[in-house]
Nanobody, 125 residues
Framework: QVQLVESGGGLVQAGDSLRLSCTAAERTFSLYTMGWFRQAPGKERELVARISMSGARRYYEDSVSGRFTISRDNAKSTVYLHMNSLKTEDTAVYYC??????????????????WGQGTQVTVSS
């Protein structure tokens, strides 16, 4: 069982920046592809960013491309989501998730094995 703990959410204004962190209590963190999902009220949980085990490959959902940056520090077992130029439509609960390294390019909720508890991000106009 991999425990993931997120932090960094909060209430910000449109245009502001925020950094989310997710730390794993797992010494084999580098064996997991990591993703950040978000879920807004009444909507399905969606993948917004993903980073490969080494950090060499990254994926971004179209609406956040150019504004969000995913990174990881395997020595600290931590993945980050830097969010710039936040918009009201970015308001959601953000979850980090871990997918065991054997899966190529996981994108669906079912392809991730472990989840954090979620952190609320609210962007006001």
């Amino acid at each position: 069982q991999v425990q993931l703990v997120e932090s960094g959410g909060g209430l910000v204004q449109a245009g502001d920046s925020l950094r989310l962190s997710c730390t794993a209590a797992e010494r084999t963190f580098s064996l997991y592809t990591m993703g950040w999902f978000r879920q807004a009220p009444g909507k399905e949980r969606e993948l917004v960013a993903r980073i490969s085990m080494s950090g060499a490959r990254r994926y971004y959902e179209d609406s956040v491309s150019g504004r969000f940056t995913i990174s990881r520090d395997n020595a600290k077992s931590t993945v980050y989501l830097h969010m710039n130029s936040l918009k009201t439509e970015d308001t959601a609960v953000y979850y980090c998730a871990a997918s065991y390294g054997g899966r190529p390019n996981p994108a669906r909720v079912s392809e991730f094995d472990y989840w954090g508890q979620g952190t609320q991000v609210t962007v006001s106009s």
